[in-house]
């Protein structure tokens, strides 16, 4: 399929590519100090919706690249953080290969859906019941079958804070005294 081509088709998709492209910017910014705000509240997503998030969970912590990236349309993006965009079903299960094999939780944030095209926004964690560790966009398009498939994969982690001071304890000296 040509660029064009999904453009024309799918009216919606530079309105959710919008989105996506403002959520990334709007999170870019400095780690914050202070204590952190509390975590927002999961929401339940639909079954067909939840399917993409357990399937993407079972394949990541099996480190099966190929089932993840069959999870994604044949012309599927993956925009991991700090890296470049990885597209097209080869290239994603190539990258994939040096993913994952580890424990992983999704949870859905806020997500939509319009005609054949959806969204969720998630955060992610080591495990069930953990602090999420970072946060993603899924940009999704039902497939021929029905089943709803990743266009668009965004992740970035959440910023890690130094260690808490232990009151009354001396710091650490940065140099060796001369």
Known sequence: MAPDSLHMKNPL????ASFALGFSLATAQPPPTGP?????????????LARVLRDYEKAWTAKD???????????????????PAVRGTAA???????????????????FGTSGDLGYILGGYADGPGQPDIGKFTLVLKRGSDGR???????????????????????????????
Not at 157 to 178: D, E, I, L, M, Y
Request: net charge positive.
């Open 148 to 178: 709803w498939l990743i266009l668009s994969d965004m992740d970035n982690p959440n910023p890690r804070r130094a260690p808490a001071a232990v009151p009354g304890a001396s710091p650490k000296p940065t140099q060796k005294p001369a």
């Open 65 to 83: 690249a190929a089932a993840l990236a069959k999870l994604f349309v044949a012309d599927g993006f993956a925009l991991p953080n700090g890296l």
């Open 13 to 16: 998709l530079p309105l959710l």
């Open 36 to 48: 952190l705000p509390p975590p927002l509240p999961s929401v339940e997503l639909p079954p067909d």
């Open 92 to 110: 994603l299960e190539k990258f994939y290969t040096t993913s994952g094999g580890s424990p992983l939780a999704l949870r859905a944030l806020a």
